[in-house]
């Protein structure tokens, strides 16, 4: 069964900690996605790739940043988190297309980052 | 880019109704995605359409790209159906590799 798997499911971190949130996927999909969900808000874009070691800021990229060093891992960095960080963290993955069709769009089953 | 709204934002039912839930949007598309997302957890894709109707088990989706309108339909409702659906859509000619989300609407069936 094909799918994105994130690598905690609950994540409890102090003000001012560095933390990685890591999503792979086993689908060979080129397009990797960041969201953050948030009563009311929805979900929001972080950042996304299209490719290995390429990342374009989505609407929302203050405070993070990201790494995707190969095909099938997108990395999500908070280089020193705060309170209104906390939210649930949601990883999805496409196929790469020409247009605007989205073949195979998975999500993960999400994060819950607490940051106290 | 596309602007996406889906009513109603919440809706409570009995065991058996029929559920209808509608998503409209601005900037014409050439796909929509219904998703499913149960309290707590991770979300689900349940249909990608282009047109037409498409029909998984009692779940019907269907589109109208004219008139920039979908709907999600359960027949047969039952409790574990509950759960917050979600529509989205490609994020417009600059934002062909994005998708937008609805606000989703959070449907409850009650026994």
């Known amino acids: 069964d094909v799918k994105v798997t994130q690598s905690s499911r609950y994540l409890v971190k102090r003000t001012g900690e560095k933390v990685f949130l890591e999503c792979v996927q086993d689908?060979?999909?080129?397009?990797m996605f960041w969201y953050r969900q948030d009563p009311g808000l929805g979900l929001r874009l972080i950042y996304f790739?299209?490719?290995?070691?390429?990342?374009e800021k989505g609407d929302i990229p203050e405070g993070y940043s990201v790494s995707r060093e190969k095909k099938e891992r997108f990395s999500l960095i908070l280089e020193s988190a705060s309170t209104n960080q906390t939210s649930m963290y949601l990883c999805?993955?496409?196929?790469?297309?020409?247009?605007?069709?989205?073949?195979?769009?998975?999500f993960g089953s999400g994060t819950r980052l607490t940051v106290v | 880019k596309n602007e996406v709204e889906q009513s109603p934002q919440n809706l409570t039912a009995q065991e058996g109704e029929f559920i209808t839930i509608n998503c409209s949007y601005s900037?014409?598309?050439?796909?929509l995605h219904w998703l499913q997302q149960h309290p707590g957890g991770g979300i689900v894709s349940l249909f990608m359409?282009?047109?037409g109707k498409k029909k998984h088990g009692r779940l019907i989706a269907t589109i109208n790209i004219q008139e920039k309108h979908s709907s999600l339909h359960i027949t047969a409702s039952h409790p574990r159906d509950s759960a917050v659906y979600i529509c989205?859509?490609?994020?417009?000619?600059?934002?062909?590799?994005?998708?937008?989300f609805g606000q989703g609407t959070r449907l409850t069936i009650n026994p």
């Open positions: 999805a993955s496409s196929l790469r297309t020409g247009g605007s069709w989205y073949y195979g769009y998975t």
């Open positions: 689908m060979d999909h080129e397009n």
């Open positions: 790739s299209y490719d290995v070691k390429m990342k």
């Open positions: 900037v014409g598309i050439s796909a």
């Open positions: 359409l282009s047109s």
């Open positions: 989205a859509v490609p994020g417009g000619i600059q934002g062909a590799q994005k998708l937008v």
